[in-house]
C-alpha cells in the first residue's frame, strides 16, 4: 500500500500539523510513504531550511553558484532530514545518512529499518 502525503503550506507549522493529523507511522510500517514537497523562494523560508542541514551539507550548497539550484538542494536535503526525523523520532540536527557503494542513502545501523530514497520529479 503506497500513501501520498504533501508538505505544501507554511514553513513549519503546517507540516507539522499534516504530521500529527496523519495516520500512525508505526501502523503504516509495511506500507510505502510517498512525499511531494513544494519547494519554495522566500528568503525566510531557505533561511530556516539552511539551519537544518549539517556543517557539510552547508558547505556543499554553498558551493553552488546557480541561486537557483543552491536553493533547490538547501530545501530537498532539508525536507528529507525533516522527514527522517519525524520518522526516527529525532531532531532533524541528529539525522545522519549515508550513501552505500550504488549511490543508496541509508540511516546508521540503528535505524536500518526505514528505507528511503529521494528523487527529483523536476
Known amino acids: 500500500m503506497t500513501f501520498l502525503l504533501k508538505a505544501v503550506r507554511s514553513i ?3 507540516v507539522e500539523a499534516d504530521w500529527q493529523n496523519s495516520t500512525s507511522v508505526d501502523a503504516l510500517a509495511n506500507c510505502t510513504h510517498l512525499w511531494a514537497i513544494e519547494l519554495r523562494q522566500s528568503p525566510d523560508y531557505l533561511a530556516v531550511l ?4 549539517s556543517l557539510k551539507e552547508r558547505e556543499r550548497t554553498n558551493r553552488i553558484v546557480i541561486t537557483r539550484k543552491r536553493n533547490y538542494q538547501i530545501q530537498s536535503k532539508a525536507w528529507l532530514r525533516w522527514l527522517l526525523a519525524k ?3 529525532s531532531s532533524v ?3 545522519s545518512y549515508y550513501y552505500g557503494q550504488r549511490g543508496k542513502p541509508y540511516l546508521d545501523s540503528e535505524s536500518r529499518s526505514l528505507q528511503f530514497n529521494a528523487t527529483d520529479s523536476g
Not at 50 to 53: G, M, P
Open 12 to 14: 513549519i507549522n503546517a
Open 50 to 53: 539552511n539551519q537544518w542541514l
Open 93 to 95: 540536527n541528529k539525522i
Open 87 to 89: 520518522y526516527t523520532k
